[in-house]
Structure formats: structure tokens, C-alpha cells
């Protein structure tokens, strides 16, 4: 099976988004001790100001979080679990196109 240089790079762009998702999340508990979700932006104020980059960038991997447990816990159903997996992909293809995007802007590339 030979894949074309443009979906080589989709794929590429997919997994930088979501290794980056996990790494900004996975840095958020390590710093704070607490999970980085949703309710962040509920708090208000500077704290949903401040993590607004954290979201953005993060919201992949804790769609992705919730809805692993959601399906193990509550039982969801699969067309749901199918349904938050491809908008997390989906975000997590925008993502890491901004991410690559910047790293080459950075890299003088």
C-alpha cells in the first residue's frame, strides 16, 4: 500500500497533534496536580484566560481521556465513542498543522 506524499503528511500532522495534546495535558497535571479539562474555562477570569492556550492545544487528548472513560464507566454507546474520536482527530489535525506551522516559522525553514 503506497500512500501519497499529501496523506503521509495528514497522517504526520494527526499524530504531532495528538502527541502534542497528550504532552501539554500530561505537563498541566504534572505542574498543578490536577487534570486539565473543560472546567477551566468555567472558572472565569484570568485562570479561563490563561488556559485558553492550554485547551486549545489540549483538547484532543482530554476528549479523547473522557470519552475512554465515559465507555468504560458509564457504558456509552459506540457510535458515540466514534463520533468524539473523529472530532478529536479532527481537532487534533488542526492542531498540530499550527504546531508544524510554527516549528518550521521557528526553525527558519
Do not use: Y
Not at 17 to 24: D, I, M, T
Request: charged letters at 10%; glycine letters at 10%.
Amino acid at each position: 500500500m503506497n500512500l501519497s506524499p499529501s496523506a503521509l503528511e495528514n497522517l504526520q500532522t494527526l499524530v504531532l497533534g495528538l502527541a502534542f495534546a497528550g504532552l501539554l495535558a500530561s505537563a498541566f497535571e504534572w505542574a498543578t496536580a490536577r487534570r486539565a479539562s473543560f472546567g477551566l474555562l468555567a472558572k472565569g477570569g484570568l485562570v479561563a484566560l490563561a488556559s485558553l492556550p492550554l485547551i486549545a492545544f489540549g483538547a484532543p487528548f482530554i476528549i479523547l481521556r473522557n470519552t475512554v472513560r465515559g465507555r468504560r464507566i458509564e457504558g456509552r454507546p459506540i457510535p458515540f465513542v466514534m463520533l468524539a474520536t473523529m472530532l478529536a482527530c479532527g481537532w487534533s489535525l488542526v492542531s498540530g498543522r499550527v504546531v508544524l506551522d510554527l516549528a518550521h516559522l521557528f526553525a527558519g525553514a
